[in-house]
T-cell receptor, first 113, second 114 residues
Framework: DAGITQSPRYKITETGRQVTLMCHQT?????MFWYRQDLGHGLRLIYY???????DKGEVPDGYVVSRSKTENFPLTLESATRSQTSVYFC????????????FGPGTRLTVT | GENVEQHPSTLSVQEGDSAVIKCTYS??????FPWYKQELGKRPQLIID?????GEKKDQRIAVTLNKTAKHFSLHITETQPEDSAVYFC?????????????FGKGTRLHILP
């Protein structure tokens, strides 16, 4: 579990500000994912990436941007934060397509005021 | 896209009794069904999974069953203990497919009553 980290762990920002959440994994896993967790909605997929420079939209991508220039990093950017984006954000990774277990980072609690 | 429904949203059982959580999925191409446990303030962690070529899998007090025809799968916890209190998520995925991503249900909060 120590192989996947997120920063910051807690963040408070104002509406309209740009915020970037970082995700770093040391396993050289091909697949990386961003989820948001809200009460009553479970874990919803925002974006995912099968490899460096390959990204795809998930269930709730609006208002978010991702990039993956290096295999180990998968930052998530909120271009103009809104209160509805207040949530706990989890990054996850998996070794490659065909490998099954997905490992989650510790999460980032984001509050938009 | 894939849609995973999970029931119930909350479940309370007496310590020592069994708990059952049920899920359905919509995409018949899904072939991998993991279950994650999330304790309060912590990250989700895999507790058991089943692949589409298997109907049942057991690991000590935890078992999962899969009915591909009906597109539903269930988690069974026997002899429940206080440490089983947590939120449980079912999920579905098409492993090996280009559209290989895990979609989760909304979760079940399990309370173990003393």
């Amino acid at each position: 579990d120590a192989g996947i980290t997120q920063s910051p762990r807690y963040k408070i920002t104002e509406t309209g500000r740009q915020v970037t959440l970082m995700c770093h994994q040391t396993w050289s896993h091909s697949y990386m994912f961003w989820y948001r967790q809200d009460l009553g909605h479970g874990l919803r997929l925002i974006y995912y990436s099968a490899a460096a420079d390959i990204t795809d939209k998930g269930e709730v991508p609006d208002g978010y941007v991702v990039s993956r220039s290096k295999t180990e990093n998968f930052p998530l950017t909120l271009e103009s934060a809104t209160r509805s984006q207040t949530s706990v954000y989890f990054c996850a990774s998996r070794q490659y397509s065909g490998a099954y277990e997905q490992y989650f980072g510790p999460g980032t609690r984001l509050t938009v005021t | 896209g894939e849609n995973v429904e999970q029931h119930p949203s909350t479940l309370s059982v007496q310590e020592g009794d069994s708990a059952v959580i049920k899920c359905t999925y919509s995409d018949s191409a899904s072939n991998y069904f993991p279950w994650y446990k999330q304790e309060l303030g912590k990250r989700p962690q895999l507790i058991i999974d089943i692949r589409s070529n298997v109907g049942e899998k057991k690991d000590q007090r935890i078992a999962v069953t899969l009915n591909k025809t009906a597109k539903h799968f269930s988690l069974h916890i026997t002899e429940t203990q206080p440490e089983d209190s947590a939120v449980y998520f079912c999920a579905a995925s098409k492993v090996g497919n280009r559209d290989d991503k895990i979609i989760f249900g909304k979760g079940t909060r399990l309370h173990i009553l003393p």
